[in-house]
């Protein structure tokens, strides 16, 4: 049997064994169908929980697969193990990169959002920048993803903060439906307390709110709520926090009505107007933050309207009304009379969950008063009658409830209540003895029947909890069943050992008041029950016991507190207040977890108080210039269309060219390692230098400048990206950018970035073109032409920027640099600048200077870089040698001779000064 | 916001979890079970559960708990709406919303999740843009997808995210163009034993299916719109334009929606139009219960009522029911006590009733509740509230 088993198991880990391995050959094959397989049935692995991550290596190199859905699946794997695998994570950063830069709008969206999602602290930087390039997008598409990741990086890195509220400014300037929802959630999440941030903003937010998508609104509504209750003063509503009752008395005194007419501020009012018609959103989470920001906001005369919204919610499914019913119990308490004439909707049905009862249950008894107490004693009577045992429980109390708040009924309640007394049900006896008890300690002398008839059910009552409130009673006014308790204490007396502790404890109570007012009688059985206690096994019975007998028993030695005896039993205790659980809660901002919870959840943003004195409204004014700019200024012009480019670019990808033949080397652990390396290179020299093509002067408000990306250019791998920003500073719009009349040395070309159709005058821009250089400095000319003028302008790149990096291990680097000596080698000296002593500047500086890629290399004394000439390919090799008190020699190996002596001239430059 | 999703079947197993933001280890459920044992019902394992350092927020469809996991202050309702939307866009995805639909379907899933949220915050909710990005399956594509290997996921990209109007899809093409508006509505009502109402509303939806080429833009006008006394819109309809002129004006999503819902209140008088007798009597020292209950329609128009379903509650003292009815079937579930007869269609001319003994447990006492009676019936065009709609233009 044993052996069997063993077998099993085995065969089992080896077949788990062989799928690992098929899903390895699926995901090596070229094939896209296969490829899918492999990646559906890993993703099913995720799903169902099982670790998957043991294939990243084989999963992440598909990062660049041309079909669409291994690459969504692709997508999944890499967010999901990303963190777990941060170095190899890394390898796909560089397909995402080059998707910021694409031409269509989705995919640098989506490439946005991929990048963000990876959770590898080193990516940091790179993050950042992407985040604040696609804040600047022309798409607001992107700007939304851009406001998407904004929470993403500061949860990675909480100390880009100050940089992220600085994007989080910019966006929230975004006049865009699309951005807003998502903006404010960032802001919620990075900075919530920079309400500072809001006023500008404020009015544009309330006009656009009704345009924003849903869930957008919810975040937003919540957030100015808190924004309202800092910045718009509310002056008529001092007594907003007294009882409703207390006010329909000072209403009818005439000084109250003199009260000075309050002009509410119009930011206020616009807010209230705005979100009104989203009480009829069919989102019960728009609804319910419409109605709390009413409930904190609006005035007593305007808080109504939100009750038959939230009424309809009722109907929704059971977890939404769980929820709503929460808000709403706490609200009835504040504000009755909004859901009177809802009375109706919330009859209990005997459908409902008894979760949703028992908080109807709460609604009802919130809302009895003198006029409709008696038909919602009628319902009670109804639900008593109930199967559902908690739910009568909680009906019981219920009625307690109604009967300690309006005085009117109580004695029908009571009444009704010790009726309940003699039903079958013991746990309906139990609770309604519990809540008799209460009642009766208002007014004992009247019900001394009920204290007898109570009494007689000692006999049969088995709940320790209903024993207990009994005895309590008893014992506490025995006064008025003066023959009746003794027999009880003798009862008890009898069962003593068997019963509960809290029923123990309160035969003890019983028996040491009535040895002080009748000990003739009871003077034996009090010494017998406290004996009984002496010996009991629970110790808080024991100390009772001991406690008592000193405080009632006279001995000798008794203390001066025997003579206070009867004043500390027998004193005259406060009935107790049957409050709602629901009462106070709302200081919690309604329709928050917080508030479900009644306890301040992580992240909870307290709803501060009304001001003392009302803010500067002006704060919110905002210049006329920028309100009258259009909403849409955005087109959707390059929607779709260059899709088409998909097919080209992927092919001569430079991906494909330089990682893939490498990871089928399997040197993945060294790969990593650069691009580590090259990644901490990256970043630094992502502080790109930007040229200037066009002055504003010249261009007659239209300025330009570019700069040279770095980035692969896909349409062609030959040439070098050049990324153009233009910025129309005139007062009217500039139309139809283009550029032409191409003037180049022979060999080169150019690739136009697409027409600009329209520059909207204060608008900024971004184009990439590419152009082939040809290896060469030599300037390209051509003419970047307006609707109305044209302008002579040039591009001439340093010769660093005409270099790509590449990856080279230590190895492949020294065997390069061996077949590039002689004529090939040029070596300078040089000794280096004061601040650029230590490795890190060195690497920078160069990188800076010329696009190339760190070589890892195992002396500190050596830095090495590598690249390749974008047009034709040719390798440079760069090494910087660092020797005692700054000396150094700077050797670059290059076929190109032109271009290295060129190279040594910038790196020198670079270092030395 | 939402940092994990997981999928708990009626056994109480995890078949599916989805993570936006770092790995929430799905031990995290067991506070979840451990608050699903405390209920007695299903349906009372509370909606948010706070557990140390995370909170659960859970819904219950179709007898699956989908339970989002988060991790610091949001709105409840946010969660749950959200949770209900996935599963209305399952249902719309695959016909039913199963586990077993789920687990066929998984790949299909994770994508639409993976789609419908970023970081835990939603961003493509409407089914049409889902619709979009990835198709649903249908038996022909799953055939054509193994045999061809391509794919569900849409190849052009979704330019519905990006227009003015993101809950309808560009370029639609029909060769038959149609639209077809169903008002469904629901009365609830509570009648006490003599018969006399006690509340008593009406819940009307108009569902539309439009299946209509380019941007059309449709306006729908009421009778009598005074009716409606309480609306909520799908977000294509025009506020303003109902607020002035009570018309309903959009332009409508492609496909299946819920154009709006609406209230009518309980002061206009409902006729309901069933009435049931009952006789349900059970006498002391015997251990015998008599059960009579009569169905007849009332106030019909003429309009047949179908699909009766009458379910009750017996007290918990019946042991078994030996009942006859004079049409359709009935089944009695000695565990839950739980009555129902499928009585189909009601005929005015021989009214159908249940007749029959109840044995109780020997010994008991009389039960003294009245079991409360809930029936479900149809009635094909008609609306109860009198709403009839005036005219539609393109």
């Known amino acids: 049997m044993f052996v069997a088993s063993v077998i099993i198991v085995f065969c089992l880990f080896l077949s788990a064994e062989k799928e690992a391995k098929t899903n390895y050959q699926m995901l090596d094959s070229n094939k896209d169908s296969l490829k899918l397989e492999a990646m559906k049935r890993i993703v099913a692995m995720i799903a169902r929980g099982k670790n998957a991550s043991d294939l990243f290596p084989a999963v992440v190199k598909n990062v660049a697969c041309k079909n669409i859905e291994v690459k969504k699946l692709v997508y999944v794997y890499l967010v999901r193990y990303a963190e777990e695998q941060q170095d190899l994570a890394l390898l796909s950063i560089s397909t995402f990169q080059r998707g910021l830069k694409d031409p269509n709008q989705l995919i640098r969206a989506s490439a946005l959002r991929v990048l963000s999602s990876i959770r590898v602290t080193i990516i940091v930087p790179i993050m950042m920048l992407a985040i604040k390039e696609a804040a600047s997008d022309m798409s607001p598409y992107v700007r939304k993803t851009a406001a998407h990741a904004i929470p993403k990086l500061y949860s990675l890195d909480p100390e880009q903060k100050d940089q992220l509220i600085e994007v989080i400014e910019k966006l929230l300037a975004d006049k865009t439906t699309l951005v807003a929802g998502s903006v404010v959630m960032a802001f919620e999440e990075v900075c919530p307390e920079r309400i500072d941030l809001i006023h500008k903003n404020y009015r544009k937010l309330c006009n656009l709110l009704i345009d924003v998508e849903e869930w957008g609104q919810v975040v937003i509504i919540n957030m100015l709520t808190r924004y309202a209750r800092t910045q718009t003063f509310y002056g008529s509503d001092e007594d907003e926090d007294e009882d409703e009752e207390e006010k329909e008395k000072k209403a009818e005194t005439p000084a109250m009505a003199k009260r000075k007419p309050y002009v509410m501020d119009p930011d206020h009012r616009l807010l209230l107007r705005n979100t009104k018609p989203l009480l009829q959103s069919r989102n019960a989470a728009v609804v319910m933050a419409v109605a709390q920001l009413y409930f904190h906001l609006a005035p007593k005369a305007e808080v109504g309207v939100i009750a038959k919204a939230l009424v309809r919610l009722l109907r929704s499914h059971s977890e939404v009304q769980y929820v709503v019913l929460q808000n709403v119990a706490t609200m009835t308490i504040k504000r009755r009379g909004m859901f009177e004439p809802y009375l109706k909707s919330f009859y209990i049905r005997s459908t409902d969950p008894t979760q949703i009862k028992v908080l109807k249950l709460e609604v009802l008894t919130n809302l009895a008063n003198e006029t409709n107490i008696s038909t919602i004693l009628r319902e009670f009577q109804t639900y008593i009658k109930s199967m559902d045992k908690d739910f009568v429980a909680a009906t019981i109390q219920a009625i307690g409830r109604c009967a300690t708040n309006i005085g009117e009924v109580r004695d029908t309640c009571l009444n009704g209540l010790v009726q309940l007394l003699s039903n079958r049900d013991e746990l309906v006896v139990a609770e309604s003895v519990v809540v008799i008890k209460k009642l009766l300690q208002m007014q004992p002398e009247k019900h001394s029947d009920i204290i007898k008839h109570m009494a007689k059910l000692t006999d049969n009552i088995q709940v320790p909890m209903a024993r207990a409130s009994i005895l309590w009673l008893i014992g506490e006014y025995c006064e008025h069943v003066p023959k009746i308790a003794p027999d009880v204490l003798r009862k008890m007396a009898k069962s003593f050992t068997n019963e509960e502790d809290i029923v123990k404890l309160q035969i003890i109570n019983l028996a040491a008041k009535l040895y002080l007012t009748n000990s003739k009688q009871t003077k034996l059985l009090t010494q017998y029950v406290l004996n009984l206690a002496k010996y009991d096994q629970n110790y808080d019975i024991r100390d009772r016991a001991r406690f008592i007998r000193q405080l009632i028993v006279p001995t000798e030695k008794s203390g001066a507190l025997s003579k206070y005896a009867k004043k500390l039993f027998l004193a005259l205790k406060p009935a107790p207040v049957l409050e709602s659980p629901f009462k106070d809660r709302d200081h919690f901002q309604l329709g928050s977890l917080s508030h479900l919870l009644n306890a301040k959840a992580g992240g909870y943003q307290e709803l501060p108080d009304w001001p003392e004195a009302a803010p500067d409204p002006s704060v919110r004014n905002v210049e006329v210039k920028d309100s009258v700019r259009a909403v849409g200024t955005v087109t959707y012009r390059d929607t779709g269309a260059l899709w088409d480019l998909q097919g080209p670019k992927k092919k001569c990808s430079f991906h494909a060219n330089v990682y893939q033949p490498s990871l089928y080397n399997w040197a993945l652990v060294s790969m990593t390692l650069h691009l580590v390396l090259c990644l901490q290179t990256i970043a630094p020299s992502s502080a790109l230098k930007n040229y200037e093509l066009l002055h504003r002067i010249t261009g007659e408000g239209l300025s330009v400048e570019y700069c040279f990306s770095r980035q692969p250019f896909s349409p062609d791998a030959n040439m070098v990206a050049v990324q153009m920003q233009f910025t129309n500073n005139a007062t009217a719009d500039t139309k139809n950018l283009h550029i032409e009349d191409v003037k180049l040395q022979s060999g080169m070309r150019v690739k136009e970035f697409s027409e600009i159709e329209l520059l909207p005058a204060g608008e900024t821009a971004t184009a990439v073109m590419g152009i082939d250089f040809c290896d060469s400095t030599q300037a390209a000319n051509f003419q970047l032409c307006t609707h109305t003028r044209k302008f002579f302008v040039s591009i001439q790149p340093p010769v660093g920027e005409l270099m790509r990096p590449v990856f080279l291990t230590e190895n492949e680097f020294k065997k390069e640099q061996g077949q590039l000596m002689g004529m090939n080698e040029i070596t300078e000296k040089l000794t280096l600048d004061m601040k650029c002593r230590n490795e890190h500047t060195i690497v920078q500086r160069v990188t800076t200077a010329a696009n190339l890629s760190r070589v890892p290399c195992g002396s500190d004394k050596e830095c090495r870089f590598a690249g390749r000439t974008v047009s034709s390919s040719s390798l440079v090799l760069v090494t910087v040698a660092t020797k005692e008190e700054g000396a150094a020699q700077l050797t670059v190996n290059c076929e190109k001779m032109v271009i290295g002596t060129m190279l040594v001239k910038d790196i020198l430059l670079a270092l030395t000064q | ?394």
């Open chain 2, 1 to 394: 916001m939402i940092h994990s999703l997981f999928l708990v079947n009626a056994s109480g197993d995890i078949f599916l979890e989805k993570h936006w933001k770092s790995v929430v280890s799905r031990s995290v459920c067991d506070y979840f079970f451990e608050a699903q044992e405390r209920a007695t019902e299903p349906e009372n394992v509370p909606p948010v559960i706070p557990t140390p350092h995370h909170y659960l927020i859970s819904v219950l469809r179709h007898r699956i708990y989908f339970v989002a996991v988060i991790q610091s202050e949001v709105p409840p309702l946010f969660v749950i709406e959200f949770l209900h939307r996935v599963v209305d866009t399952f249902q719309d995805y695959f016909g039913v919303c199963t586990e077993a639909a789920i687990k066929d379907n998984v790949v299909v899933v994770y994508e639409l999740l993976e789609e419908m949220l970023d970081n835990g915050f939603p961003l493509a909710t409407e089914s049409n843009i889902l619709k979009e990005l990835i198709k649903p399956p249908t038996i022909l594509r799953t055939m054509v997808n193994t045999i061809t290997g391509s794919t569900n996921v849409g190849e052009q990209l979704p330019t519905g995210q990006l227009s003015v109007v993101p809950w309808r899809r560009t370029g639609v093409k029909y060769t038959n163009n149609e639209a077809y508006f169903d008002v469904v509505e629901e009365i609830d009502a509570i009648i006490d034993k003599s018969g006399s109402t006690i509340t008593a509303e009406i819940q009307g939806v108009i569902d539309a299916c439009v299946k209509l080429t380019g941007m059309p833009d449709l306006t729908l006008s009421f009778m009598n719109p005074r009716l409606l006394d309480d609306v909520s819109f799908h977000p294509c309809v025009r506020f303003k334009r109902w607020e002035a002129e009570r018309i309903l004006s959009f332009i409508p999503p492609d496909g299946n929606f819920r154009l709006l819902s609406y209230h009518v209140s309980s002061q206009n008088l409902v006729a309901i139009p069933v009435y049931v007798k009952h006789n349900i009597t059970f006498r002391e020292g015997s251990s015998q219960g008599r059960f009579d209950l009569t169905l007849g329609p009332k106030q019909t128009m003429g309009k047949a009522v179908e699909s009766v379903l009458v379910s009750s509650q017996l007290p918990r003292g019946v042991l078994n029911a030996n009942l006859n009815p004079s049409q359709g079937t009935y089944t009695f579930d000695p565990v839950t006590k739980m009555l129902s007869w499928d009585v189909g269609k009601i005929n005015p001319q021989k009214l159908p009733s249940l007749k029959g003994t109840m044995s109780l447990q020997a010994g008991a006492s009389k039960p003294d509740e009245n079991p409360s009676i809930n029936i479900q019936f149809k009635i094909q065009q008609m609306a109860i509230s009198g709403c009839t709609q005036a005219g539609q233009t393109l």
